[in-house]
T-cell receptor, first 113, second 114 residues
Framework: DAGITQSPRHKVTETGTPVTLRCHQT?????MYWYRQDPGHGLRLIHY???????DKGEVSDGYSVSRSKTEDFLLTLESATSSQTSVYFC????????????FGPGTRLTVL | GQQLNQSPQSMFIQEGEDVSMNCTSS?????WLWYKQDPGEGPVLLIA?????ELTSNGRLTAQFGITRKDSFLNISASIPSDVGIYFC??????????????FGAGTQVVVTP
């Protein structure tokens, strides 16, 4: 358990509105990740960060941006939400290396109407 | 895109039965992980495997890293009601351009009936 919290836990929004999801960790882990979970797809990586201000794209990054200004916080932004972005979003962290164990947060359920 | 095939998609078993599930990959992996997800929560790591042929247990759970490095198996013995949940396999390839990135299977939903 890496002391990971996500906010909000639930959100309903309308198509075209911007949305920001926050991940906060208390363990000083270097790596942070954003995944989305959809039925039949498992977890798919959106973006990840390997340090403050260092981020890279995952396999489903279109329509999403991220920022990491502090070690403990990793923000995921949907600039203009679409219905296809309705999903459950999970944040994860790993200690010092991308090869370390990933610990997951409790998730945020986002519904885009 | 996703390269992992996880089966079965779901299992309905009686309490006390053993459970087996597996994942196969089109790529060679250097790490296999098994996670469990309870409803409304994030995945929790159950077992990590780092070498081909490795067999690791965690209580009633046993997982194996396949010799070909393209598959892995998870067994749950003597299932109990709290084993209900979704089990995910995840793997990491040795390719440098995927360093740090896990690929996940679609999950196996386990339902345990008394």
């Amino acid at each position: 358990d890496a002391g990971i919290t996500q906010s909000p836990r639930h959100k309903v929004t309308e198509t075209g509105t911007p949305v920001t999801l926050r991940c906060h960790q208390t363990e000083n882990h270097r790596y942070m990740y954003w995944y989305r979970q959809d039925p039949g797809h498992g977890l798919r990586l959106i973006h990840y960060s390997y340090g403050v201000k260092d981020t890279d794209k995952g396999e489903v990054s279109d329509g999403y941006s991220v920022s990491r200004s502090k070690t403990e916080d990793f923000l995921l932004t949907l600039e203009s939400a679409t219905s296809s972005q309705t999903s459950v979003y999970f944040c994860a962290t790993s200690r010092d290396s991308g090869a370390d164990t990933q610990y997951f947060g409790p998730g945020t359920r986002l519904t885009v109407l | 895109g996703q390269q992992l095939n996880q089966s079965p998609q779901s299992m309905f078993i009686q309490e006390g039965e053993d459970v087996s599930m597996n994942c196969t990959s089109s790529s060679i992996f250097n790490t296999w992980l098994w996670y469990k997800q309870d409803p409304g929560e994030g995945p929790v790591l159950l077992i990590a495997l780092y070498k081909a042929g490795e067999l690791t247990s965690n209580g009633r759970l046993t997982a194996q890293f396949g010799i070909t490095r393209k598959d892995s198996f998870l067994n749950i013995s003597a299932s109990i009601p709290s084993d209900v949940g979704i089990y995910f396999c995840a793997g990491r390839t040795p390719a440098t351009d995927s360093w740090g990135k896990l690929q996940f299977g679609a999950g196996t939903q386990v339902v345990v009936t008394p």
